[in-house]
Every structure is written in C-alpha cells, then in structure tokens.
C-alpha cells in the first residue's frame, strides 16, 4: 500500500504541484501561531509542551483518520487517504521552480537574474556572489530541500507505514520540520512568538527526528553516486558543517558528485518570517569547504541526476518490499 501511495503522490504532484497559497499549510502556519501563543509561556517544559501539542496532534489526526477509514470503510479509501496527505507533504515541486530558474539563468550567462533568484528563494543577501558560488549556493540549499520534502518524508513514511500507522510519518516529520524554521530566531515575528526555551526544544526535537533519515538520504546517494567518495566525505568532512544531521547530507553529496561544497555562508535578510507555504528553506552556517572540483554549472545537471536515482532506488526497494509482503 505504501508503494503506491507515494508513486501516485509523487505523479500527481509533478502534474499539478499544489498551489504556494493553499488553506491547508495557511492552517498550520496559524495553528503553530496558535499553540505557541497560548503554550509558550517561557518556561522548559513549556516548550516541549508546545512543541508536542504542535507537531503531534495533527500526526495523531491523520493516523486517527486513516485507523477509521481502513477499518471502517476498506483499504482502497485508506490508500486514497495517504495519497492525499503525501501529495501534501512530500513532493519535487514545493521548490524545484527556484532551482530550474536560477540554473537556466547561469546557462544563459545571466549571473544578476540567477543571485536574484537565489536572494528570492531563500531570503538572504547574495550581492556580487561570484558565479562558482552561486552554483555552491543552490546545489547545498536544493540537496537539503530535496532532503527535507522528499527523502525525509519517505524514510519517516515507509517506517510507520510498515508498523500500521499509515501517513502519520510524513506528518510528524514535515510539521517537526516546520516548526523548527517558524519559531527559529530569524526576525522580529519570530523573536515575539517564541521564547528560546521553546526555540530550543524545536531545534533538538528537529535534530533527533531528522538523524535517521539524514543518513538514509547520504546512504542513497552514495549508491547511485561515487560510493567510496561519498562515504569518505561522510565519515571524514560531515563535521566541517555546524548542523550535523545537514552535514552528512552535503558531504555525502560532495563526495558522490566530486564538488566542492562549504564556506561562507549568506546573511538573511533582516524582517519577519517570510509568508510563504511549506515550502523548505535550509539555512547552512559557515563552514569548512569539502575536498572537490570548483562547483560549475555542470553540476547542478549531476545533483539532478543523483537525486532522481535515489528516489528510482528507494521506489524500487519498496516495490520488492510490497510484492514479498504480497507474495508472502
């Protein structure tokens, strides 16, 4: 069941993406306001308090309804059910018109139109970035939104799904996610709606929930890239980036692609938390670079190919999955 949801998800995502301003994440944007609100009243166990009443209550509603509609209307309804939270939650779309314009604009040369996409998708201050690092830019951000709306989604999926919990995963792994960035200290908004003991629980909650499906992520590209460099770049330069989890990711993909990944990182912009969906940002702090090629325009085309193998390898894996449980 869980191999057809997610292969009917992601088609139905690819034909008709959903729309950047939808009821359904206006919702939550207003239910994480909400709790935070009326929970958050500064003290530690306020902020787990908050942060499970936030993360796990509509995780709680989705597997309550899946529960209701597999036992009491059929399996087929059940199936339609997780297609739709997946289609939701998990998809290329809710961020690959950023990555396709900035790189169609570095392959007609126009360098301004690329950093002011790149200032657009993630808010931040890119000025004269030279060319290689505006290429070093979008291959870190869309590894880790790839990482974030997609593979992550699939490893939290597939684990509960096999246990009976149905679409739970992606919820729980979506809205941890989520939370973390809204009650983040990045502006004024947030600074008001947040105190830093619940900024905190959010960060190590987030830390926790992303570890599996971080090396997960790093361990498919590895077998559709460069294996033994992508593994070398796991064990040997993951801790060259602040965020852990974040760094296996890229220095997985570094090795698997020969790039060189790392460095300075952009400044945001100052201001409120910007108003848009679910859609993933990923803010990458200073680091160490990565042994690699200079980042070119060429690999933005190989982060695409490493990606797109991954998902054709995590399909297959839960192909033969569902036909030995079919068979068996």
Same mark, same amino acid.
């Given at each position: 069941m869980s191999f057809f949801a997610i292969l009917f998800a992601l088609l139905i995502e690819q034909a008709r993406p959903l729309a950047r301003t939808n009821p359904i994440h206006a919702g939550l944007r207003a239910w994480a306001l909400s709790v935070s609100r009326n929970f958050d009243a500064g003290k530690p166990h306020h902020g787990w308090v908050a942060?499970?009443?936030?993360?796990?209550?509509?995780?709680?509603?989705?597997?309550?309804?899946?529960?209701?509609?597999?036992?009491?209307?059929?399996?087929?309804?059940?199936?339609?059910?997780?297609?739709?939270?997946?289609?939701i939650t998990l998809g290329f779309r809710q961020f690959?018109?950023?990555?396709?314009?900035?790189?169609?604009?570095?392959?007609?040369?126009?360098?301004?139109?690329?950093?002011?996409?790149?200032?657009?998708?993630?808010?931040?201050?890119?000025?004269?970035?030279?060319?290689?690092?505006?290429?070093?830019?979008?291959?870190?951000?869309?590894?880790?939104?790839?990482?974030?709306?997609?593979?992550?989604?699939l490893a939290w999926f597939s684990v509960l799904a096999?246990?009976?919990?149905?679409?739970?995963?992606?919820?729980?792994?979506?809205m941890a996610e989520f939370v973390s960035r809204y009650w983040a200290d990045r502006g004024a908004e947030a600074q008001?709606?947040?105190?830093?003991?619940?900024q905190r629980a959010t960060a190590e909650a987030w830390t926790a929930i992303d570890w599996m499906p971080a090396r997960m992520t790093a361990l498919g590209f590895a077998v559709v890239g460069s294996f033994e460099e992508a593994i070398e770049g796991w064990r040997f330069h993951a801790q060259r980036f @602040?965020? +852990?989890?974040?760094?296996?990711?890229?220095? *997985?993909?570094? $090795?698997?692609?020969?790039?060189?990944? /790392?460095? #300075?990182?952009?400044?945001?912009?100052?201001? @409120?938390? +910007?108003?848009?969906?679910?859609?993933?940002? *990923?803010?990458? $702090?200073?680091?160490?670079?990565?042994? /690699?090629? #200079?980042?070119?325009v060429g690999h933005l085309r190989s982060v695409v190919g490493l990606v797109w193998r991954s998902v054709v390898v995590w399909m297959l894996l839960l192909a033969l999955l569902t036909l030995a449980r079919l068979l068996g």
């Open positions: 942060w499970c009443l936030a993360v796990l209550t509509p995780a709680l509603f989705v597997l309550g309804v899946h529960l209701v509609l597999l036992w009491g209307v059929g399996w087929p309804v059940a199936v339609l059910w997780n297609v739709a939270v997946l289609y690959s018109h950023h990555f396709t314009g900035i790189r169609d604009a570095l392959e007609e040369g126009d360098e301004e139109r690329a950093r002011e996409c790149l200032a657009h998708w993630q808010q931040v201050d890119v000025g004269d970035l030279p060319r290689s690092e505006v290429v070093r830019h979008v291959i870190e951000y869309s590894v880790l939104a790839a990482h974030r709306s997609v593979f992550g989604v096999a246990l009976g919990l149905g679409p739970m995963g992606a919820v729980l792994y979506r008001q709606k947040a105190s830093p003991f619940l @602040p965020n +852990d989890n974040d760094g296996v990711v890229l220095a *997985a993909t570094a $090795g698997a692609i020969n790039v060189r990944l /790392g460095g #300075e990182a952009l400044k945001s912009r100052p201001g @409120p938390l +910007d108003a848009q969906d679910f859609e993933v940002d *990923a803010s990458i $702090g200073e680091s160490d670079s990565t042994p /690699g090629r #200079e980042p070119e």
